[in-house]
């Protein structure tokens, strides 16, 4: 039996030395110093990488563990950028990626930037990541997911002896909600006017970044530009209800929407509700109302995914008594085309003018300078999250992100690609937002196979 034993051992040796002959030549010189050249390679094996799986319990607990930093008194999720809870939460996080090797940095701008070296120092490195800080009485998945997926890919390369060909960068974005500032440093540049915008906590962008450990005079740093970064890969929950609705897995997001804001101002002539005949009024309230419905008419008539919103809407001067003499409204248009949104607004202009006529009163609009461009994601990016979320049996759709992301920034330096699960109902921006954890893990397994791919490419 020993002698059957081992021809075995030693026909298996022999196989495995056909197999990996060059790498045995390579290092043979070890031999002479004691090394087991068969022995270290046999031990240090690492299984094919369409095999690898993340650690869906592991991503489901860290989600939990996130969120219990910056509850309010009431017990309410509130670790908004720049407060003590987004601080804690940082430091919770930065814990778990130097544990995982990434020895964590924090830039100018107050981002958590961690780095796996490749085996290529040459090579460009793929970044992937998303944000931590949420809205107030938020929900627990929102940027969280993305971010605790980034760093279970690098656990899952660790516990595999896995060194893909290019760096790898996990970036955590700082204040995503307050107007995804931390990707805008990185890639745009930040104005004097940005830094002196007014975050929810109350303090200046200025302050929160200082608050968090980043340094606004030094903002030039962690600037980055074209070429610099391989891709970008952002996953994150769809935070609307179509993944849902179609019962499919994944979103293959084709881009982010571009937002545009107009204050809408209708000025009509207040005066007494009693003694003024319905005829003879110049009701600012009745002409705002038409062009509240005529938005929506305008935005539903044509094929397609835009929305058009008005969601503020101030009456003066607001008295049961008084016919409204001045209403101001909050106008935004949303689409994947910069033209389209053109578009739109051009006929609700239109029928703004006719309004007026109707009504006796006059429309005017002042266009808000917060604009956001629309960012289209990299075809071949695309293709790589289809081809990834294929592999592993999982049903995809080719869609837009109604929402902002920090992809939309990374996009102007970088080929960008988003991979959306399912948000369960559809909500977001809540305390009952929630992501099953069979999409999570779905997500994160997604996220890791492209990151496989494009190391690859």
Wanted: aromatic share 6%.
């Amino acid at each position: 039996m020993a002698y059957i034993y081992t021809a075995k051992k030693l026909f298996s040796f022999l196989l495995f030395f056909m197999m990996h002959r060059r790498i045995f030549i390579k290092q043979s010189c070890l031999v002479a110093a004691g090394v087991g050249v068969v022995g270290n390679l046999l031990a240090h094996a690492a299984p094919p990488a369409t095999a690898l799986r993340v650690n869906g319990k592991r991503i489901e607990t860290r989600i939990f563990e996130l969120a219990k930093f910056g509850l309010d008194d009431k017990g309410r999720g509130y670790r908004v950028a720049y407060t003590n809870g987004d601080v804690q939460g940082r430091a919770w996080f930065m814990n778990l990626m130097q544990k995982a090797g990434l020895n964590p940095s924090i830039d100018a701008a107050g981002n958590i930037v961690g780095r796996r070296s490749g085996s290529n120092p040459l090579l460009k490195p793929i970044a992937f990541g998303s944000h931590i800080d949420m809205v107030p009485d938020g929900g627990n998945y929102d940027g969280t997911l993305g971010s605790i997926a980034a760093l279970e890919v690098i656990e899952v390369l660790n516990e595999n002896n896995i060194v893909t060909q290019h760096p790898l960068e996990v970036i955590i974005f700082a204040n995503e909600e307050g107007g995804t500032i931390g990707s805008q440093a990185l890639t745009d540049g930040l104005t004097p006017a940005g830094l002196a915008q007014k975050s929810p906590m109350g303090l200046t962008v200025e302050q929160g970044i200082r608050a968090i450990g980043g340094n606004p005079n030094a903002l030039a740093s962690c600037l980055r530009k074209k070429g610099d970064l391989k891709a970008f890969l952002e996953l994150h929950i769809e935070q609307g209800g179509i993944l849902e609705r179609e019962k499919l897995q994944i979103g293959v997001v084709q881009g982010i929407v571009g937002i545009v804001h107009w204050e809408v101002t209708v000025q009509g002539f207040a005066n007494h509700a009693g003694t003024t005949p319905m005829n003879q009024r110049q009701d600012a309230l009745l002409a705002a109302s038409k062009f509240i419905v005529a938005v929506n008419r305008v935005a539903t008539a044509q094929q397609g995914n835009q929305v058009g919103t008005v969601g503020k809407i101030e009456v003066q001067p607001g008295a049961y008594n008084v016919v409204p003499g001045k209403v101001i409204l909050g106008l935004e248009i949303r689409d994947l085309s910069a033209a389209k949104i053109e578009n739109l607004f051009a006929q609700m202009q239109q029928r703004a003018t006719a309004i007026a006529a109707e009504t006796k009163t006059t429309i005017s609009f002042n266009r808000q300078a917060n604009a956001v461009a629309p960012a289209l994601t990299s075809p071949a990016v695309q293709k790589v999250v289809e081809t990834a979320a294929k592999s592993l049996g999982l049903s995809t759709k080719y869609m837009q992100s109604g929402a902002g992301h920090d992809a939309q920034h990374m996009a102007h330096i970088a080929p960008t690609g988003m991979i959306f699960v399912p948000s369960i109902g559809g909500i977001s921006h809540s305390p009952k937002e929630y992501s099953t954890p069979a999409d999570m893990a779905n997500g994160a397994n997604v996220l890791l196979q492209a990151i496989f791919q494009l190391d690859k490419s």
